[in-house]
C-alpha cells in the first residue's frame, strides 16, 4: 500500500469516529454511562431515608437471596424475594411459549400470503408493536374486567353465571405480556420463514412425509434461528417488565422491575435496588451473547 | 379432488390461528376506542355516542400540560437523536470496516438490548445527583434521557438509506470539482433526507410512548401524557382515559402510515 494510500485509510477511519462522537457522547451520558452508578450504589451502605451512605457494604447483593431479621439480627433465606424471581422467570417463559404457540402461524399465514397482501398483513403486525404500551395493557384491562368484553360476551351466551374475576394477578399478567409482546415474536419468525424455500416441503411430502413430520424435521429445524431471536425478543422485556406487571397485577403481585422500584422508593433501600438492577442486566447481558454465540455459529457453517 | 386442494405451503389451522390472533390483537383496542365515544359514565354501559369525554379530556388543564410537555420532548428527542445518528450513520457506513466500528453499533443499539428500568433507575440517581448539585429542575433531564434511547431508533432507517444510495452520483458531482462540502450539502443530504426524516418520526413516535424512563427520571409536576395515564390508572377509570388514549393512538397510527409510505421501497 502506497503511503497516499495509507493515509486516505487513516483519515477514513478519523472521519468515521469523529462523526460517531456526538452520539456516542449522548449514549455515553444519558444511557450506558449511569449504568456504573448502579454498580457503585450497590455496594454502599442504605441511608434512612432512602438514598445512600458511602460506606462500603456488600449486603445490598448479599439482600437480593437473604435478608435480615428485624428483631434477632440473623441472616435467613428471603422467601418473598424468591417467591417474585420466581413468578418473574416463570411467567416469561409462559409468555415466550405461548408467543411462540400463537405467532408461529400467524408468522406462516403472513409469509405464505401472495407478495401484494404480505405488505398489508405485515403493517398490521407492526402497528401494534409501535402503539403505546401502556394503552395496550390498559386495553387489556378493559378486556379482562369484570364488566369487560370476555365477561360480557361469556354471561351472554350463558357459558358463566357470575362474572370471572381475571384482573389483578399472575394470569392477568401473562394475558398482557403475551398480548404486548406477541408482535416481537412474529416479525423475526416471518423473517425466518420468508426465506424458506417452500420446495423444501415439496421434497418433503414427495418423500412420503407426514404433515406433522415436515413441521417437525423440515420447517422448524430451518426457521431455528427466527425462533431463538423471536424468543430472546420476548424473554428479555418480560423479564424487566413494569408497566405490564403494575398495571394488571394489581400492586401485590410484582415482578423484578416493580421489586427494583419498591426499593427507591417504598423500601428505601437503595444498594439492595441496585444490586438487583445489576443481576436484571447480568441475565439480559449473558441471554444475548449466547444468541449472537449461537448466531455467528450459524452463519459459520452454512 | 383431495389432490387439488393440497397446497404445499398449507398446514392446516393456521391460517384459522393466524386470523384469529389478529382479532385477539385489534379487538381490545377497538374496544376502548368505542368507550372513548360512550355517553354513559360508566365503563360497562353503552349510553350512546358523544364527544363528551374528548371536550371534558381537552378542558382538563393537567391533560393540556402534559401534551404539550409530551410534544415538546419529543419534538426535542427527535431533532437531537436524528441529528447524532445521521453523523454517526454516515460516519459507520461507506467506508472501510475499522477497528472499533462494532463498539459503536454496540453503544447505539445499547438502549434496546438494556432493560428499560434498568436504565430509568441509573438515571434517577445520576440526574438525582445533578439536580442536588446545580438545583435545575428543567425539562432538559427528560430530553437528554429521551434522545439518547431513541438513537437507535432513528439510526436504522438512516444507515438502511444510506447502505442502499448510489454512490456514483457524489464521485460525478466530485469529478465536477464540487468541494467536498457542497457534495454532501447538495447530493448526499437530499437524497438521504427521506431516511432521516423516517428516523425522526420513529424517534417521536418512541418519545411520545415512553413510560418507565420518564416515569423515575422526572421532578414534580413533569407528567407526560403516559405518565399521567399511568397515574390515573390507579383511581376509579372514567372513558377520559379512553379519550386520551385514543388521540395518542391516532397520533402514532398516522405517523407509522406516513413513515411506511417514505420507506416503502419502489417495485
Known sequence: MSRAEDAAVHRSVRNGWLLSTPALFLLTIAAAGPLLIVLVYSFLTPGQHGNVVWDFSVEGWIGILWSKDIFTGEWGLADAHLTIFWRSVSLSLLTTIFTFLLGFPTAWFIATRPPAQRALWLFLITIPFWTNLLIRTYAINEVLRKEGLINAVLLKLGVIDAPLDMLYGPFAIFVGMTYVYLPLMVLPLFAAIDRFDMKLLEAGYDLYASRMQVLRRVILPIVKPGIIAGSILVFVPSLGAYVTPRVLGGGKQMMIGNFIELQFLAGKNWPLGAALAMVLLIIVTVALLVYVRYANRDTSHG | ?267
Open chain 2, 1 to 267: 379432488m383431495a389432490e387439488r386442494s393440497f397446497h404445499v405451503a398449507r398446514l392446516p389451522g393456521f391460517a384459522t390461528m393466524a386470523v384469529a390472533v389478529f382479532v385477539a390483537l385489534y379487538l381490545p383496542i377497538f374496544t376502548l376506542v368505542a368507550y372513548s365515544f360512550n355517553a354513559s359514565n360508566s365503563m360497562a354501559v353503552w349510553g350512546g355516542f358523544s364527544l363528551d369525554w374528548y371536550a371534558k379530556a381537552w378542558a382538563n388543564e393537567q391533560v393540556k400540560d402534559a401534551t404539550v410537555r409530551s410534544l415538546v420532548i419529543a419534538c426535542f428527542a427527535a431533532v437531537i437523536s436524528t441529528a447524532v445518528a445521521t453523523m454517526a450513520a454516515l460516519g459507520t457506513t461507506r467506508r472501510r470496516a475499522f477497528k472499533g466500528q462494532t463498539f459503536i453499533y454496540v453503544m447505539i443499539n445499547q438502549p434496546l438490548m438494556v432493560p428499560e428500568i434498568v436504565t430509568a433507575v441509573a438515571l434517577m440517581i445520576l440526574f438525582g445527583l445533578v439536580k442536588t448539585v446545580t438545583g435545575i429542575h428543567g425539562l432538559g433531564y427528560l430530553v437528554l434521557a429521551h434522545a439518547a434511547f431513541c438513537v437507535p431508533f432513528a439510526y436504522l432507517p438512516i444507515r438502511a438509506r444510506l447502505e442502499g444510495m448510489d454512490l456514483t452520483l457524489e464521485t460525478a458531482a466530485a469529478d465536477l470539482y464540487a468541494t467536498p462540502w457542497a457534495t454532501f450539502r447538495r447530493v448526499t443530504l437530499p437524497l438521504l433526507a427521506p431516511g432521516m426524516v423516517a428516523g425522526a418520526m420513529l424517534a417521536f413516535v418512541i418519545s411520545l410512548d415512553d413510560v418507565v424512563i420518564t416515569e423515575f427520571v422526572k421532578s414534580g409536576g413533569q407528567d407526560t401524557l403516559p405518565t399521567y395515564m399511568l397515574g390515573q390508572l390507579r383511581r376509579q377509570l372514567t372513558p377520559e382515559i379512553n379519550a386520551v388514549s385514543t388521540m395518542l393512538l391516532a397520533v402514532t397510527v398516522v405517523l407509522l402510515t406516513t413513515f411506511f409510505l417514505l420507506t416503502r421501497k419502489k417495485d
